[in-house]
């Protein structure tokens, strides 16, 4: 079982026992993706950390960071920037099994989403899926709330091929995005993304979705069966449901992205009382602010070392009334500022994601969509 810690800073950790885990689904086809490319593919699966044959079986589970890391990896030995897109592709509803079943058998496109989102818990423990209708438009995408994230920018750019597929298989061919918010620097070759995922996406933002006129929520999923339905979503309810203290943590990192950050807000998402909030998390030893400042220190780091967003818009983003309380609880929790974070984290960043290689532009450059994978 999961179990919670405290550190002398007040920040909520998990022990070491808590490996944050994602079931492979479609990833089981990074090995022939690679492959194609011309690279290793057991070199670079052995140097994320992971076993042979770990992605063999589309319903095993592996630790998240080492999922991330092959895919950062993949994108270093490819010399391919945009190789989470390519990894993303591949997948499609049937790849999420019984979750994908209960998604693509659902009534509207809007039901359907809220599935997805409400039972993706149980295939990673390490980012969730979120569905916010707001103004007339809805952001469907993904945010990773997973401590040992290092770098999730290929991670994001999966996922977001990913939805882009599920909403074509929901919605129809039709369908279009309005806009793309990825919460990463923009690349060198912004060609890839502009043709998968049909518009010019903004980067650097504060958090990864697809964004669309709400209007599609109503539109009927065409072959929809009730009784597949039914069957998956008794399925998915045996499975049962995460610890506790990591729906929390899902929760408050659900309200961040709402603009809110009370635990008034988290309980109500959770349908508890605030007492009984602080009561189940008391006895696990710790406290709601503790879960909060941990969502909000992982949220900034990932910020502050994949994205060139500006600190007051951070700031903004975690629910501060200001760039200056955030910079001095920054700087307690990570015995350093912002600005250093960032500054130390983009070094790294340049190196891992300088590509110049020759090869880049002879195979992945603006005239090619690159591999397809099968």
Known sequence: ??????????????????????????????????????????????????????????????????????????????????????????????????LGELTAHSGTVGE?????????????????????????????????????????????????AAAFNFMRELAGPGWL???????????????????LLKVQPRFDAEFCAIRFAASWLSRPVAGSDP????????????????????????AVRTVLLQGKHSGDDVAQMLSMHRRTLNRRLQARGTTFQQVLDKVRFDVAR???????????????????AGVSPFMRTFRRWARTTPGQWRRAAAVARLARDAFPSPEYDARFGEGTEGPRAA
């Open 112 to 160: 359907a989403l809220q599935s997805l989102a409400t039972y993706q818990h149980l295939h990673s423990t390490g980012g969730l899926v979120f569905v916010l209708e707001r103004g007339g438009v809805v952001d469907f995408g993904y945010a990773i709330y997973h401590t040992g994230v290092a770098a999730g920018d290929q991670f994001y750019d999966s996922i977001l």
């Open 227 to 250: 009784v597949r339905r039914r069957e998956a979503l008794a399925q998915l309810e045996a499975a049962g449901a995460g610890e506790f203290v990591d729906q929390v943590i899902r």
């Open 302 to 320: 990932q910020l502050l070392g994949e994205s060139d967003i500006p600190l007051d818009d951070v700031a903004a983003t975690l629910g501060y």
């Open 177 to 195: 995005p309005a806009d793309v918010f990825i919460p990463h620097a923009r690349p060198r070759d912004i060609g890839p993304y502009r043709r």
């Open 1 to 98: 079982m999961l179990r919670s810690k405290v550190s002398s800073g007040g920040l909520l950790h998990l022990a070491p026992a808590a490996v944050a885990m994602q079931r492979v689904g479609a990833f089981a086809g990074l090995p022939m993706l690679l492959t194609q490319v011309g690279t290793d593919a057991e070199s670079v699966v052995a140097s994320a950390g992971l076993a042979p044959g770990a992605l063999d079986n589309p319903g095993n589970h592996v630790p998240y960071t080492a999922l991330c890391r092959l895919l950062s990896e993949g994108a270093a030995r490819t010399s391919c920037a945009h190789f989470g897109l390519l990894a993303g592709r591949m997948w499609h509803l049937s790849d999420l099994g019984a």
